[in-house]
């Protein structure tokens, strides 16, 4: 039975380090104890994309902090013959959306 539960929450633990060692990087969080950026880690919420899923749409309002923990995100934006334009490419442990934490203005 032991073996089972460390299998199941095995994967669980690494992402939460991953998550806390992440939200240390972020400048806004660096000077913030342990404990404090445990208590940030609690009010996160992870959630899985799709390939090819949208995160958010421009001008949309902020709607939190995203952390990339696996994968990546390309952030692009098209005129309106449909062309893209890629601003960025995000991977491991890179961050987007901090500043939805001070405002909600829009992307």
């Known amino acids: 039975m032991k073996a089972l539960w460390e299998n199941l929450f095995k994967n ?7 998550t806390k060692a992440v939200l240390k990087q972020i400048p806004v969080f660096h000077e913030l ?3 404090q950026i445990h208590e940030i ?16 749409k421009r001008l949309a309002p902020g709607e939190g902090m995203f952390i ?3 994968g990546a995100i390309e952030i692009f934006t ?3 013959n449909d062309n893209k334009k890629t601003l960025a490419i ?6 987007f959306g901090e500043l939805s934490l001070l405002d909600s203005d829009t992307r």
């Open 12 to 18: 669980w633990n690494k992402q939460e380090s991953l």
């Open 33 to 35: 104890s342990d404990k």
């Open 41 to 56: 880690e609690n009010l996160c919420h992870k959630r899985r994309y799709k390939q090819g899923e949208t995160v958010f």
């Open 68 to 70: 990339i923990l696996s």
């Open 78 to 80: 098209e005129d309106n």
């Open 90 to 95: 995000l991977n491991n442990g890179e961050f």
